[in-house]
């Protein structure tokens, strides 16, 4: 049945009541405290974090400004202005930079765009614990934000301006999410840093000298390696290249080509590889402590100089092996260089954690400075050819062939 | 003068009362006197220039007269088929004259005995002319009606690519011969009663029996029985004295021009009310969702309709929170944007001088006065106040710093995404309401529109449109009424009407209808 509900005379009243009692108070309550307009907000998209003297420390931001963006006419700004401007101050810690750097701005800084913080080598040499604490525990600069190790200074490198990108934060960030360096958060760094199986390890940013169009040289920020960490203090730097092998062992590489010859042939063959799955087996044995590394991995061949027929399939098992080769031999590089430098780079530690809790526990004070320079590393490596290209011989066989 | 209009003010109220009183002697009949009753009329209609008192007599001995109201009666048939014969006709001699045989004797289809004087007056008022007799109690009318009309075209407001064309016109017969062309079932019933004091409108309500809930058509009798008022000029006068909740922003009935619309409800259940003089029907009882349906829903492939209806829900959303979206979160939750927009908003919003909340007002009501100017202005001139509102206030604004171009796309998206919205009336609640949501955002934030949202939720699962819930089928919620809501079922699979009344026959058609080769012939 339909009910007809007949509503009385009071509820006008009732309601407006009602309402009033809820969202009157509220109105008052919220005063608008948190209203700040776009245009008052100084737009950080970089932070860099240097040692000063007397122990104090630098703070340097990479401030966006709007108005030489490009007016509302739609034209870029013209050559004139820079797009970005950089602020910096001293303190006794970052908080007090940062309060400083406050007062002297006109606009409320604001890190809600900041997606790089660099330090200092200086300041990474002498710990970085106390600064992340500020970047961490402030809700303000995002957990999703990328930091690195600057050679030497960091403020000089978001200074530069830079081409293609519009700034070297947006640059140094676009660089980090290709893929072809390990990008670390400031959260996965909180991580590492928090955990006793291993020790954090960040991209580390050098100069590098690029002739521009006009000639003249120009410095551009390149990410060059990466910086060490034991603990929260940088302890060294592995170079690019073995920063690949890291990366390969780490299961974070997005995209590689790899060079190589393989054995009593001429010339050389590029790979691109397209898949790869890196498993580690701990192993304890006789007192020797054992990483099994199995590697499976797929390529396809971009370019080949030499006179393999990628159809056969004898000369196809060849390459799979001189592709096989050369990663575990960047591996192995990598593994070795951060032995000597007794830092866990490839989270070892937490493989043996995992597996030899009990062992772990007699060796986790002192695993980076006496266990792990001392693991044996033992690969498996299952390298496939995926795909020869377009064509099956190179053009210098097809050639000379008939 | 001033207080002389004053006290005719003041003196209104009572006079009126008297002249209702008058208006009101319905019980009183005609005379057996026939000059008392040409008398009565002649007071009746004194100072009424439009109504003609022709008196002739009939085999030359008995007076009549016919009272007409010029310009609403067919002349040409009643000269040819009332008073030519009258006038001629000779007596016969073993019948004495008398009504009924001249009744029988004359060639009009729709005649009519009446006797009281407000039936008379009814009749005359609605075309139909008089013929008073000497000697008799009875009157007859005649039914020859004829009146200026406007020929049936397509409803401005509601037009479809697919579908019927016709619309309603200001004429109750036609309007009600238009539903009858389509529902020729003569379970359809047409029960037409007269609404307001002075202008006797005609009011019917449409509904189809053993469809309808009974209680709902004794419900909305006894409403529309209740209304006093002196005059029903167009449907909504009828739509704000009956309707659940008079202080709600939204629109309580479905008010179309579309005979197919109208028809459409019949079947789903609903009644209509159709009033004299206006193209617009009124439906009920109707929810939130009948308000997004359009009549193109379902003249095209189902498919291809759902889709449509999703992004009407998309856009209707829309319309009623996106320039408040703006506000709260530039000014509130600046982390939300990503970082290539955000900087694109400060770097157009840099010369603005207003806050955003002043901005997104500014164009906002800038944007309700362009729709509502254009609205009244004629066509010549509608196209000036385009121009006027795309360049002048569109470009000019932004070249001139004074809004931000975000800021136009924001409320032009709002104002494209509210015409998306079928009917027009519900259009205009949900323009209204997206003010107070941009003053709530722009108090706090995300936290204010989201209040605000819950303020709008609530109130609409209080409302009810004849006892049927506004939020209904979703809530509460009927799984097999959300065919015709969230999406739109093909035809062989809206087995069943609408739940609101339940008690009456549900299924609309038989099941399993869907096609296939394999049904072909044998099924």
């Known amino acids: 049945m339909i009910k007809v509900i007949h509503r009385t005379k009071h509820t006008l009243l009732k309601n407006v009541l009602l309402f009033s009692a809820i969202f009157v108070p509220f109105l008052f309550v919220s005063g608008c405290g948190d209203r700040i307009e776009i245009n008052d907000l100084a737009i950080v998209t970089a932070a860099a974090i240097d040692k000063s003297d007397n122990g104090q420390v630098e703070l340097a931001i990479e401030i966006v400004v709007p108005k030489s963006i490009g007016s509302s006419q739609g034209a870029r700004g013209g050559d004139g202005g820079q797009a970005t401007t950089v602020r910096s101050k001293k303190g006794d810690n970052l908080s007090d930079a940062l309060s400083k750097l406050q007062a002297d701005l006109p606009r409320k800084v604001f890190w809600g765009s900041c997606k790089v913080f660099i330090f200092g080598e200086g300041i990474a040499k002498d710990g970085i614990q106390d600064h992340l604490d500020f970047l961490v525990r402030d809700p303000l600069p995002r957990e999703r934000a990328y930091v690195f190790v600057s050679e030497g200074e960091a403020k000089p490198f978001i200074r530069h301006e830079v081409p293609i990108e519009r700034n070297p934060a947006e640059m140094i960030r676009e660089i980090t999410v290709r893929g072809s360096v390990i990008g670390v958060t400031l959260m996965e760094l909180d991580e590492m840093m928090a955990n006793e199986d291993y020790s954090a390890n960040l991209p580390y940013l050098t100069i590098k000298e690029e002739e521009t169009s006009d000639g003249t040289l120009s410095e551009l920020p390149n990410i060059n390696g990466t910086a060490m960490f034991r603990k929260d203090k940088m302890v060294g730097v592995l170079t690019e290249s073995t920063t690949r092998g890291l990366l390969w062992l780490k299961d974070r590489i997005k995209e590689a080509t790899i060079n190589m010859t393989p054995e009593n042939v001429t010339g050389d063959i590029s790979m691109t590889q397209i898949k790869s799955k890196v498993n580690l087996t701990p192993k304890i044995s006789g007192g020797e402590w054992i990483m099994m590394i199995k590697v499976k991995t797929e390529g396809v061949v971009v370019q080949n100089s030499t006179v393999l027929n990628l159809d056969d399939p004898k000369q196809v098992k060849l390459i799979e092996k001189a592709f096989g080769k050369q990663i575990e031999n960047r591996m192995r590089k990598a593994i070795e260089e951060s032995q000597g430098m007794k830092v866990d780079a490839a989270h070892f530690g937490k493989e043996f954690h995992r597996k030899y809790p009990k062992q772990w526990k007699k060796v986790k004070n002192h695993w980076e400075e006496e266990v792990f320079p001392e693991v044996k590393v033992e690969f498996v490596i299952d390298a496939h050819i995926r795909s020869r290209g377009f064509v099956d011989k190179s053009i210098r066989e097809r050639g000379s062939g008939k | ?523």
């Open chain 2, 1 to 523: 003068m001033i207080r002389n209009s004053k006290k005719l003010l003041k003196n209104k109220g009572p006079k009126q009362q008297s002249v209702t009183d008058q208006n009101t002697k319905s019980q009183e009949t005609l005379q057996k006197d026939f000059q008392q009753n040409v008398n009565m009329f002649r007071s009746i209609y004194l100072d009424c220039s439009d109504v003609i008192f022709r008196s002739f007599r009939i085999f030359g001995q008995m007076d009549a007269m016919i009272i007409y109201i010029e310009g609403l009666t067919d002349t040409d048939l009643l000269d040819w088929n009332v008073l030519s014969p009258l006038m001629k006709m000779e007596a016969d001699e073993a019948e004495p004259p008398g009504i009924d045989w001249i009744k029988n004797h004359l060639s009009i289809s729709d005649t009519k005995k009446v006797n009281l004087v407000a039936d008379c007056i009814e009749s005359i008022s609605a075309g139909r002319p008089i013929l008073l007799l000497e000697g008799e109690l009875y009157a007859l009318s005649f039914g020859l009606t004829k009146f200026e009309k406007r020929s049936i075209d397509e409803p401005e407001a509601e037009k479809v690519i697919r579908g019927p064309r016709g619309g309603f016109i200001e004429s109750l017969q036609v309007n009600t011969s238009l539903l009858r062309r389509i529902i020729k079932s003569p379970a359809m019933k047409i029960k037409t009663m007269t609404i307001g004091e002075y202008s006797k409108t005609s009011v019917s309500l449409i509904y189809i029996e053993g469809i309808v809930s009974p209680p709902l058509i004794e419900e909305m009798e006894s409403r529309l029985k209740r209304i006093k008022i002196d005059g029903v000029l167009e449907s909504e006068y009828i739509e704000e004295m009956i309707e659940d909740n008079p202080y709600s922003p939204f629109p309580q009935f479905l008010s179309t021009e579309r005979p197919d619309v109208v028809s459409a409800s019949l079947l789903e259940g609903r009644a209509a009310i159709l009033t004299d003089g206006t193209p617009f029907a009124l439906i009920a009882p109707v929810s939130f969702f009948t308000m997004l349906q359009a009549p193109d829903d379902y003249y095209d492939r189902y498919i291809i309709r759902t889709l449509i209806r999703w992004l009407r829900f998309v856009f209707l959303f829309a319309a009623l929170v996106f320039p408040a979206l703006y506000v709260a979160i530039t000014t509130f939750h600046q982390e939300m944007i990503p970082d290539a927009l955000l900087i694109s908003i400060a770097a157009a919003r840099e010369n603005v001088p207003f806050p955003a909340f002043v901005e997104v007002l500014l164009m906002e009501l800038m944007l309700e006065a362009l729709r509502e100017a254009g609205v009244r202005l004629p066509n010549q001139v509608g196209s000036a106040v385009s121009i006027v509102g795309a360049l002048v206030i569109g470009q000019a604004s932004v070249q001139a710093g004074l809004v931000s171009a975000p800021m136009v796309i924001v409320v032009a998206t709002t104002g494209i995404a509210s015409f998306m919205i079928p009917r027009y009336m519900f259009g205009y609640s949900i323009r209204m309401l997206r003010f107070p949501l941009i003053i709530l955002a722009s108090v706090s934030g995300l936290l204010g529109i989201m209040l605000g949202i819950l303020a709008i939720v609530i109130h609409l699962s209080g409302l009810r449109s004849f006892g049927a819930p506004y939020l209904g089928p979703l809530a509460p919620l009927k799984t097999s009424d959300l065919k015709d809501v969230l999406w739109r079922a093909p035809m062989w699979k809206m087995d069943t009407r609408p739940h609101f009344n339940k008690e009456t026959n549900i299924n609309r058609q038989a099941p399993h209808q869907e096609p296939g080769p394999e049904r072909g012939g044998r099924d």
